[in-house]
């Protein structure tokens, strides 16, 4: 197959540089483009996400980009075996998008879980026959994703997800993906996809744009164990739904060390200085400053301070979660009009790639 993927890496260097390029363009000319993000729905939102994804999901709503959200359900089972939450799971991430501010009557913002929308799904077929078996095995977030789960035996969802995320992103002719950098091989698939289904089923007249990542800069947000990422199944997280007092006592609990003088020491002093980035997120002040300002404070006064901080930041979200909390019947309101919105785009998309496949009759 024409230029084999995942042979040569790109460089992450390279992503972030291209990223910041992408960024300054969608704000010069937001109506060139269209975001294509999304998520699992295999629990509720972190601050992780929080910082890493949903906030910058906000910006491109408010420079008048437009935005889909999927929310991959079928992606769930790529892992286990179990659908029993999902449904659950979906409405809560739902809240979660409206308490941030991804409210799709504001307009621009379209919220669908892939499951409903078969035109969608029908692109997978003509996709698999774009990409080989082996670039399928050697798929880097895959392989990483089948060690972590430690599967007894492997489903065969789990090595074709990527090329369902193609689709995703596809069927809307998506042109720009928000990602963490986990998720660069799988948007290399999509545009080496693209690039193949074009070359090969309509040269004069490309179907698929070629999406571009949008690599968020800011850092990653630990556990409050320190140890690993931020993530509910290590219950190392601070949820968006968290009480105040949740807060306070996963905060309690954060793992730090045994050093009085607080300093910004990212190598060293990973706890420390996980919660001053965590401090300096929510004021918008450098971790240095706070550091300094606590200094003999030690720990416990660092975490005060992060409490009180994270908490004031996390009210507004809070309240508007309250205000939809409660009213399925709005959420379903609003899956609807998503599914409806999503399979207008779906149905054009497949029709244009039966036509390219000669299949229309
Ligand atoms: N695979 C993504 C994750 O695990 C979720 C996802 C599914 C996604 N489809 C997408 C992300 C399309 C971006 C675009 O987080």
């Known amino acids: 197959m024409e230029g084999e993927l995942f042979t040569n890496s790109d460089s992450l260097q390279a992503s972030m540089a291209n990223s910041a390029k992408l960024l300054e363009s969608i704000q010069r000319s937001p109506q060139n483009y269209r975001v294509l993000t999304g998520d699992r729905p295999t629990g509720s939102l972190h601050i992780g996400h929080l ?39 979906i409405y809560e991430l739902v809240l979660d998008y409206l308490s941030v501010g991804l409210d799709p009557e504001d307009g621009g913002v ?9 035109e969608l799904n029908q692109l997978l077929l003509p996709f698999l026959f774009l990409v080989t078996g082996s670039e399928l095995d050697r798929n880097p977030t895959v392989k990483e994703e089948i060690r972590a789960a430690n599967l ?30 986990d998720q660069l091989p799988h948007l290399e698939f999509a545009r080496t996809i693209a690039r193949r289904f074009n070359g090969r089923f309509s040269p004069k007249a ?3 744009p070629e999406p571009a990542a949008l690599l968020s800069d800011t850092p990653v947000i630990l556990g409050v164990d320190a140890g690993r990422k931020m993530s509910k199944s290590q219950g190392n997280a601070i949820l968006l739904k968290s009480s105040p007092d949740e807060v306070a006592r996963q905060l309690k609990k954060a793992t730090t060390d045994s050093t009085r003088h607080i300093t910004y020491d990212p190598e060293n002093r990973k706890g420390v200085a996980n919660l001053l980035k965590i401090a300096s997120l929510v004021t918008s002040r450098s971790p240095e400053e706070i550091a300094s300002e606590i200094g003999d404070g ?7 301070y992060v409490t ?8 507004p979200i809070r309240m508007r979660r309250k205000e939809h909390e409660g009213d399925r019947g709005r959420l379903k309101e ?6 409806e919105r999503a399979r207008e785009e779906a149905i054009s998309t497949l029709n244009e790639v039966r036509s390219a496949m000669n299949m229309s009759l």
Request: with cysteine.
């Open 110 to 118: 379209t919220i669908f879980p892939h499951s409903q929308i078969p």
């Open 298 to 304: 030690g720990s416990s006064q660092l975490k005060g």
């Open 152 to 181: 007894k035996s492997i489903n065969a969802g789990m090595y074709v997800y990527p090329v369902h995320q193609a689709a995703d992103i596809l069927f809307c002719k998506g042109n720009v993906v928000p990602v963490g950098k």
């Open 51 to 89: 910082f890493g994804s949903l906030e910058n999901r906000v910006r491109l709503k408010n420079l008048g980009v437009e935005i889909f959200i999927v929310i991959a359900d079928y992606q769930v089972l790529t892992d286990r075996e179990s659908a029993e939450s999902i449904s659950e799971n």
């Open 206 to 208: 490309p179907v698929f």
């Open 334 to 339: 609003i899956i609807k009009i998503g599914v």
């Open 308 to 315: 009180d901080a994270l908490n004031c930041y996390l009210e």
